[in-house]
C-alpha cells in the first residue's frame, strides 16, 4: 500500500465558487464592451458549463446557442477558422481582465475550510498542487487575493489553462501535474467539484474526492471516492451525497487519509 503523498487540487468551483459571481460575471462585462448585447444569465451559463475553457465555452454559445451569429459583423473574413478563433481570443482576453479585477478586489473568497485544509496539509509535509482548465492568471491572482502572495510557493506545481491542448474532461491536465511532480497516480488525490473534472482526474488515475456547489451538486459522480457539498467548517459542517465519513463533519487530513486508503484497498 502506498503512502499519500500530494494533494491536487482543481479551483473553479473547488477552491473557491468562481462560476456564477467571477467567470460570469466577467464575461458578460467583456460581452458589452464588446457591444454584443450577450447576457449570460446564472441558469444559462450552467449549461455553457458543459464545455471547459472559457474560449471554448464562447465558441460552443455561439455554435449551439446563437445558431444564427453574423461572423461577418465582427471579422472581415467570416469563413476563416483562425479568425474566428482570434476573434474569440481576443474577447475572451478581455474577460480575463475583468475577471483579474473582481480577484483584486476581493469578490471571490475561497472555499469555507481550504485555507485549514491548506495549511494542514502543508504542516504534515504533503506536496501541494494545481490542475485546472482556467488562465494561469486567474489561479495566481485568486491565490494571492486570498492567501496572500506567499501562498503562491505552497504549490510544487500549478498546471493550468491553455498548457495541454486538450483541456477537462481529458485527463492531460493531470497527467502534465503528476509529470512535473515526479509522482504516480497512486501517490496522490485530487479534489474536484464537477463531472468534466472528476473525469480528467479518474482518466488520469487519480482517486478523487468531489466537493460539489449549486452547479454540480447534481452530476454523475459514479466511481469518486467521497463526494460531499463542501470542506466543511464546525459551523458549517458538511452533508455527505456518497461515500463513507464516519463522524466526521469536516475534510480534515485525517478523513483524506481514510478515504485514501480505503481506495488504495480496493486496487
Ligand atoms: C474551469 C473552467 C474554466 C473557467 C473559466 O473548469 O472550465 O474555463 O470556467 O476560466 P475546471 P477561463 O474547474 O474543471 O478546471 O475563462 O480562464 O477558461
Ligand atoms: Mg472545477
Known amino acids: 500500500m502506498t503512502e499519500l503523498k500530494a494533494l491536487i487540487f482543481d479551483v473553479d468551483g473547488t477552491l473557491a465558487d468562481t462560476e456564477r459571481d467571477g467567470h460570469r460575471v466577467a464575461f458578460n462585462a467583456a460581452f458589452s464592451d464588446a457591444g454584443l448585447g450577450w447576457d449570460w444569465d446564472a441558469p444559462l451559463y450552467g449549461k455553457l458549463l458543459a464545455v471547459t475553457g472559457g474560449k471554448e465555452r464562447i465558441r460552443y454559445y455561439i455554435d449551439d446557442f446563437l445558431k444564427d451569429f453574423d461572423w461577418a459583423g465582427v471579422i472581415p473574413e467570416p469563413e476563416n477558422e483562425d479568425h474566428r478563433f482570434e476573434w474569440i481570443a481576443r474577447l475572451h482576453k478581455a474577460k480575463t481582465a475583468h475577471y483579474l479585477d473582481l480577484l483584486a478586489k476581493g469578490t471571490v473568497p475561497l472555499r469555507p475550510g481550504v485555507e485549514t485544509l491548506l495549511n494542514q496539509a502543508r504542516a504534515a509535509g504533503l506536496v501541494l498542487a494545481i490542475s485546472t482548465t482556467t488562465t494561469p492568471a486567474n489561479v495566481t491572482s485568486l491565490l494571492s487575493a486570498t492567501l ?120
Request: net charge negative; proline share 2%; with cysteine.
Open 148 to 267: 496572500g502572495k506567499d501562498s503562491l510557493d505552497w504549490f510544487a506545481v500549478i498546471a493550468a489553462g491553455d498548457i495541454v491542448p486538450a483541456k477537462k474532461p481529458a485527463a492531460d491536465i493531470y497527467t502534465y501535474a503528476l509529470d512535473k511532480l515526479g509522482l504516480a497516480a497512486e501517490d496522490c488525490i485530487a479534489f474536484e467539484d464537477s463531472r468534466n473534472g472528476f473525469l480528467s482526474s479518474a482518466g488520469a488515475g487519480l482517486t478523487t474526492i468531489i466537493t460539489t456547489n449549486g452547479y454540480t451538486a447534481n452530476d454523475d459522480f459514479s466511481g469518486a471516492a467521497l463526494v460531499i457539498d463542501g470542506f466543511g467548517t464546525e459551523s458549517q459542517p458538511f452533508t455527505v451525497h456518497s461515500g463513507d465519513t464516519g463522524d466526521s463533519k469536516i475534510l480534515d487530513l485525517a478523513l483524506i487519509q481514510k478515504v485514501f486508503m480505503a481506495s488504495q484497498a480496493k486496487t
